[in-house]
């Protein structure tokens, strides 16, 4: 499967943003989805990931209750919508794809490009 994110931008504090990744491949269902990002310095670090049909999230700690993952399976598409975005959530946006459930980066065998997100004060 191939990955293609986008969606990222200049929002100030507070503000929104919404990351749309879009798959290539009839077999987009197969695959859990999550993304991540990585900070200028910092290691890449989990943010949500979703199960191949949608019925089950879970997000980091840090992100919990500002953030939504979704996704579309008819239209091979998974969705980050970020609320309340805070000046520690700049960083470089992935998606990838999984076909073991779980949040170690490592489980992830395909990623997208990343895009940038940029929260100013």
């Known amino acids: 499967v191939q990955l293609q994110a986008s969606g990222g931008g200049l929002v100030q504090a507070g503000g929104s943003l919404r990351l749309s990744c879009a798959a290539s491949g009839r077999t987009f269902s197969s695959y859990h989805m999550g993304w991540f990002r990585q900070a200028p310095g910092k290691e890449r670090e989990f943010v949500a990931v979703i199960t191949r049909s949608g019925g089950s999230t879970n997000y980091a700690d840090s992100v919990k209750g500002r953030f939504t993952i979704s996704r579309d399976n008819a239209k091979n598409t998974v969705v980050l919508q970020m609320n309340s975005l805070k000046l520690e959530d700049t960083a470089v946006y992935s998606c990838?794809?999984?076909?073991?459930?779980?949040?170690?980066?490592?489980?992830?065998?395909?990623w997208g490009q990343g895009t940038q997100v940029t929260v100013s004060s």
């Open positions: 990838a794809a999984a076909l073991s459930y779980g949040f170690d980066q490592r489980l992830y065998g395909y």
